[in-house]
């Protein structure tokens, strides 16, 4: 017979003890193989014949169950493996004789080069153009060790679980075989094949990261991709199992798919329906003008659908109850089983006030019998903040119970809004507070204090008869101001309106108080300004035994210059950070701090601006703004490493800091955000010399850089201004006296915070503290409730922003959080069941709150009068020391005991005073030029009255005189500094108004307003006498509406020019006043500008008594009243006075903001609507 060539097939799991399986067909041997098959194999192992099944068909349609073709047999021969390859491999030769001896799985092709040192398999693949290609190759080496590679790179082998359990040596055709069998059961990873994805990459890859050497991935166009796609440069590409894509492939397609976003939203149009009209050109206002109309259009069917709708339903479904039926749903709110749903809410809820409101007040008959819970009245003061037309809308309705607005004033208006300090506002802190009753620590409270621009305008307040709108920082400061502006050319007391508010908020350390204690209008702000009220404050406070421990403010020019003044004359820096509180019996300093956010806010503008360079690497804005595009932090390169580090230096400074939970640091792994509790902190240790140190080395590098000038070495660095609030906030253990500037700042760098925290630990009960208890959050979350008064009035004027004050205050809006605002939202709560005080409607109910002191020790005349005794008086009269707190208390039986002593030893209270202004005096002497002169002179006066001099004088003089062992910082500050304001006042007279040109002439538009004016005047009267039935009751007040009737009636002589001025527009209705009448009102017009001249901010009581008593108005009224009676005469005279200062109060008002827009070129006419502008 002749050779037959057997082609050996190796089958799975057949091989066994070195075995391999040999299969002859049974159809294609013509003689048994026992006979005379002959094999050039020794001696094989003939096994018994098995039959070869078919291909199943069971689940294939196409083919029946029962096949038409009989089932082929073949006999298995089963040889031992070393017949074909000889036992292990010991060589690359003998490995690639042994491989082309068997059939290699599908796809796979050995590759030999001549002469090479490795040995190639490779899996070849179909690409789309039906051409063949290499997917990748098995490459094994000399060693026999192996490898995978694609077309572009080698494959790690350890990402793939496979592979990296696979043999390392390939010395047998089993371990070739298993590989081959391994790399099958693999696929390719996608990849990012998506268009988008690649579109960008080309796009943007070199742009995104520019200034990093390494790539974070490349573009692979392999022949097993279909399409290019976007791979990670750690991307496995052979995966194991399911899986599209390795996990390195996926974070980079996380950051594929930010980018791809971020350009849409780039790609379209980025103005906002928010964005301001005057940032849009003239295209976009078009636009946004027809977007406006067609959503007015849009919104005005579906009202009028809305409206049709609901009259529809009202009209065929609804039902009207009757009286049953209103009762019974009435009970059903009220039953039993609604008020068991009430009671199963927590009792601490708004949930539960509510609804038990709700059925209180729907069992009430009388809403007049209600009363409201505290908590009720604080939510309905906040929706009527919000919007009260809305509020009013929402009551009305019935659906549920609300208080009047009439009652929510009561609440609102429980005191009058006004600027400066007052006594109804220190009684609301104590209420907030409760000195009287809380533990030690809690009695530490901090000052906020910043400015928020306003609105120019100028308000009458015809209560009060004072015009809101003028600058106001107190008494001193305003005659200081007038003093200045008294010397100008014109001669006159220059007023300006009020641009900005500063206002001054207490913030407790280790309580939720948040109360905005003073505001104060002002304009061009300076520190000098705001000596005086800052002190008031901190006195106001110590005296309700509050500690203040600082002041927390932003850079500004003016806080630094307020800082400055606390400078000794002994200081060898320019450097302030604390100072001592004159009024603390325990001789505590107070801090100053600069705002952490303000801080970090000014250190990013100065990284934006200027050109940083440190350690011979640049810091540049460029690098973040890389960084956000980008997404992946580990894109820097060595070049933005020294940005980094300061990122760095500046995110641990902010989080020790900004303190604000005892769960931040926790959940985020930031270890400097986690509570201070002890005075030893690693973060106090930190500021101290880690962050001191590196501020010293950046500017040693700075200095040691050649060819640049100072200028453009201060660039390379933080601001001045950001290191002098660096400086004030942290810590350091030397003082370092340097002859450069910067370098002084850099010596001090931060010492009110660490030596402030390590104070706090000594207070008795403080186990930890939240350095975020210093952060300005509470005053921007102020600032933000004034400007989103009713959701549009985000630019108040000096009237709105104090009337805001007071809702603000009832309702603790600062503690809550603000839309679109600057901060996050506040933590503290509202409290439940504290009362809330209520305006008494009859205000002759109300009683003195002074019993403390006889009232008549305020009016007892001593023998001798000087700026002491005046000072004890105004001690005694002031409202705010008529309190339970021990400083008030001390201070009063002090002054209470001088006055009683002074009568009988006048001679020694006179040695005294002559000593104590001897010492004020000297304060006054100034070398400095008249618009200087007021920093020296603040500057002198903190340090006399802070030096241990002058206090033992007092506490000498006190204890002799009144035996009083015991020292009132108190009660010698407010006398002495009461002493010191009637010093400056001497000093720094204001021109009388002799000296003043009082010579006015009033032009003809001016007699034509009188005119007109002085017809308005009895009419209004007789209108308010006829709308109260009660005042008709009054038999004088009848008696003055006939005098009125005959007032009106013009009759007398007309000759003057304006009234012709006055029949020309009269169109029916106005009326025309005689001569007589009409010179009186010329004389009352010329007596009231008189006024104005002198104090031109004030039109009250004083202006009608000055009027009244006016000898040319009393002349001229004589004669019109000649024949009235004299009661009625008197009393009609006086309402006349007090309607015409009214009328010219809010007249005055208007042409003064007028004049004021005029000389200033603004516009003084509303803007024009967007229709009328385009």
Known sequence: MGKRKFKLRRIKNAEKNGSLVVAIPRAKVNVPVAEGLTLSLPAPEIVSPQPVQAPDHSNDSSHDETPDHPVRQSLCVSFPLSHFTGGLLQSLNMLSERISRVILPPSWVPIRFDGSQFFSISKLIEQKNHATGIAMSLVIDSDLQWSVHTTHRQLSTHNCSLLSEAPKLLNSIDNVFEIFERLDHTTFCAGNPDQDFVTLWNQKMFSLYGFSDKQPGYLDHSLFSSNPTVRHNDCCILLAGTSVRCPPCSSIRSILRSQRSRLRSKSEN?????????????????????????????????????????????????????????????????????????????????????????????????????????????????????????????????????????????YTHYTKASLGFSSEADQMLMDAAKPDHCPEREKHVFLFLDEMHIREDLVFDKHSGNLIGFTDLGDISNHLSRFEHSFEEDGSNQLQLAKTMLVFMVRGLFSKLQFPYVQFSCTALSGVHMYDPFWEAVERLENMELKVMGVTMDGASANRKLMKLHRGASDATDIVYKVYNPFSEEKRHLYFISDPPHLVKTMRNCLNKRRFWCNGKPMLWDHLKHLYETDTAPVCGEEASETSHFVHMADKFFDALNVHNFSHGVRRLKPFQLPYTSSTDMRLEWLETDFLGYLKDWENSVKLREGFTKAERNKMLISAETLYGLQVTCKCFLLILALYYRSCILSLLGKSFVELVRYLFTVPGVQCFLSQRLSQDPLERFFGAQRQRGCVNDNPNVAEFAKNTQTIRVVNLCCQGVKRGNCRGGDAELPMEQPMPKRHRRQSSRVNQMT?????????????????????????????????????????????????????????????????????????????????????????????????????LWHTFIKTSVSIAIPSPMFLQYVGHHAFKELIKEHFPIRSSKELNMQMNLTYEELNGIRYAAGFVPRAIKKKLQNKKKKLDNPLNKDCLLCLEELM????????????????????????????????????????????KINPTHLGDEVVVRITESEDVLFLWSIISASWDNDCSTALLKKIAKMWTTVRGFSYASAWVEKMKVAQQKTTQKSKGLRKTL
């Open 852 to 952: 403390n002191v006889e009232t008549t020790a305020l009016h007892t005349p001593g023998t001798v009068d000087g700026i002491l005794l005046n000072g004890i008086h105004a001690l005694l009269a002031e409202k705010s020391f008529y309190i339970s707190a021990r400083p008030a208390q001390l201070a009063l039986n002090i002054a209470s005991s001088l006055l009683q002593w002074a009568p009988n030893h006048s001679s020694d209270i006179g040695l005294f005073e002559n000593e104590v202004k001897k010492l004020l005096s000297s304060c006054l002497s100034t070398q400095s030029k008249l618009k200087g002169f007021k920093p020296e002179i603040w500057q002198k006066y903190h340090q006399i009255r802070t030096s241990d001099s002058y206090q033992s």
């Open 270 to 410: 980025t103005k906002t329906h928010h964005e301001n009209y005057r940032y849009l050109s003239l295209p976009e206002l078009v636009h946004r003008l027809d977007d406006l109309q067609h959503n007015y259009r849009t919104l005005s069917r579906q009202v009028a659908r809305l409206k049709e709708r609901i009259a529809f339903v009202t009209q065929n479904v609804g039902i009207t109850l009757d009286d049953e039926s209103d009762h019974f749903i009435r009970d059903t709110v009220t039953s039993s089983d609604a008020i068991s749903h009430i009671q199963d809410l927590p009792r601490d809820s708004f949930q539960y006030v509510f609804w038990q409101q709700q059925a209180e007040a729907a069992s009430k008959s009388d809403m007049r019998n209600m009363r409201w819970h505290p908590l009720m009245i604080r939510w309905c003061l906040y929706l009527r903040y919000r919007s009260s037309g809305a509020y009013e809308a929402l009551r009305e309705s019935g659906c549920i119970k609300l208080p009047s607005q009439r009652t929510l004033r009561d």
């Open 1049 to 1092: 009636s013009g009759d007398g002589d007309t000759e003057l020019s304006s009234a012709d001025w006055v029949n020309s527009i009269n169109r029916g209705g106005l009326i025309c006043v005689n001569d007589m009448t009409f010179e009186l009102f010329l004389s009352m017009e010329l007596e009231l500008r008189s006024h104005l």
